[in-house]
């Protein structure tokens, strides 16, 4: 497969790709429903069972699919960004996006897979298999929410903000600098959400802006930002510049907003 810049390209992908993460949530479920234990990463972070089978199923699916386009995933092995900076394009992958939330089983997790060409994600997909809600996008395709058994609708931020801002936050990482952030906010309701599952909200209208004013890394947002772009959105820096992947060697992202309304200068609130 070539650079995938067409959306006939992209297209083609989306049917298979939808399937790898169903797949995954099936994977995912098994074990979410008979039980698991919970290991710690180098970094502290918590790793279950249920991360490597997602990954295990994604890595051979996406192979399959497009076997000359490289995987990186939050479980692969580290690669060094000279490694890395020579890819075109590459699949950026979060086989279980939100672990805490599932290890607290409320259900708020993910399956988050993209594409990225150049720095930019021009295709994703973000299921989450406790709900049913697959949320999907591709470059100039537009951007869609499927339930479980209803058909595909088209998704659109709310591009207009009201008086009472709707912030999606995050149900387990509450910095005091998002505190600080809500504070000077005039009017504000919370909705507190998991995973990428925050990005999507805004996708959908439901959320007027998610900020992160905390770590993440970039497997964590690049499947939601293309949901969010082709839904008419933005996923910036606070400085309100775009996010792009694969720049440096750490694949840490900024502090970002997503949000709907471009026309306010959400770092002013910081």
């Known amino acids: 497969m070539t650079q995938a810049t067409q959306p006939d390209d992209l297209q083609a992908l989306l049917e298979p790709l939808k399937k790898i993460a169903y797949q995954a949530g099936r994977n995912i479920m098994e074990i979410y429903d008979r039980g698991f234990e919970v290991e710690e990463k180098a970094d502290k972070t918590p790793l279950t069972e249920a991360d490597m089978a997602a990954h295990q199923v994604i890595m051979e699916g996406l192979m399959a699919l497009t076997p000359d386009v490289p995987v990186l995933s939050e479980e692969s092995k580290p690669m060094t960004f000279e490694e890395r900076a020579a890819w075109p394009l590459y699949w950026l992958v979060d086989p279980l ?51 479980e058994l209803d058909d595909p609708v088209p998704i659109h931020v709310r591009s207009r903000c009201l008086k009472k801002v709707v912030i999606a936050g995050s149900r ?72 792009l992947y694969n720049t440096k060697e750490e694949l840490l992202n900024p502090h970002f907003f997503v949000f709907g309304d471009s026309s306010i200068d959400w770092s002013k609130y910081l």
């Open 97 to 147: 996006d939100g672990t805490r939330e599932f290890i607290k089983r409320n259900g708020e997790f993910t399956v988050n897979i993209a594409l990225i060409e150049g720095h930019e994600a021009i295709l994703g997909v973000v299921y989450a298999p406790v709900v049913g809600s697959l949320y999907y996008a591709a470059r100039g395709l537009g951007a869609f929410k499927k339930s």
């Open 172 to 243: 387990s990482h509450q910095s005091p600098q998002f505190k600080d952030f809500l504070s000077r906010l005039p009017d504000y309701e919370v909705i507190s959400m998991g995973s990428s599952l925050k990005s999507c909200l805004v996708a959908e209208g439901m959320a007027d802006i998610y900020a992160r004013l905390g770590p993440t890394s970039e497997w964590d947002t690049a499947a939601a930002h293309c949901i969010v772009e082709e839904a008419g959105g933005q996923l910036t820096d606070t400085q309100m510049q775009r996010l």
